[in-house]
């Protein structure tokens, strides 16, 4: 401050002077940096579209898939309530018998908790008295594809008391 007074001098000046002329480098320069006018501008029109379509198609496609996971929930809903209110013991097996889920009448009959009946086979809901040799072949032919029915003796695994069911055993695809 208050130094080189000649040089702030010629500086004021040449100021002075490109303020005087409208189209001098000074307004065409705060025209291009400050001004409103009609300069190019960073992104071109077409990626500008772009961007807004695409941004309206996930848009789109994120309100869809709400949608669709809400009425997937409440069929899904609907179906466990009929699956839950079905008069029959159901038990979803693999082919080794690890069990995949159960039914509410199934968890009722055999007096266990869904939790626990999902870390048994069904082999641990099958009295000892049953003729197990003739399994082998009953498989072969559900797996096959044909329905098969019998009678069984059936094993609590809480109190091992036992008692007689028929038995229906079909081949279905589920989860894979």
């Known amino acids: 401050k208050g130094k080189n007074l000649d040089i702030l001098g010629s500086i004021d000046h040449h100021l002075s002077l490109l303020r005087e002329d409208k189209n001098s480098v000074y307004y065409t320069s705060l025209e291009k940096w400050f001004g409103q006018g009609n300069h190019p501008t960073l992104l071109p029109q077409w990626i500008k579209s772009t961007f807004l379509i695409g941004g309206a198609l996930l848009i789109i496609i994120f309100i869809f898939s709400l949608i669709l996971k809400k009425r997937i929930s409440t069929q899904t809903r609907d179906l466990q309530i009929i699956f839950d209110s079905s008069p029959a013991a159901i038990f979803i097996h693999d082919i080794d018998g690890t069990i995949i889920d159960l039914n ?18 069904i082999a641990d809901f099958s009295s000892p008295d049953n003729p197990l040799d003739t399994l082998p072949a009953l498989w072969e032919r559900v797996c096959t594809g044909t329905p098969q029915q019998l009678e069984w003796i059936s094993r609590r695994p809480g109190d091992n008391s036992t008692f007689p069911v028929q038995v229906n055993l079909e081949k279905i695809i589920y989860d894979n």
């Open 104 to 121: 509410q009448t199934m968890l009722e009959m055999f007096k266990v908790t869904k939790k626990e009946a999902l870390t048994l086979s």
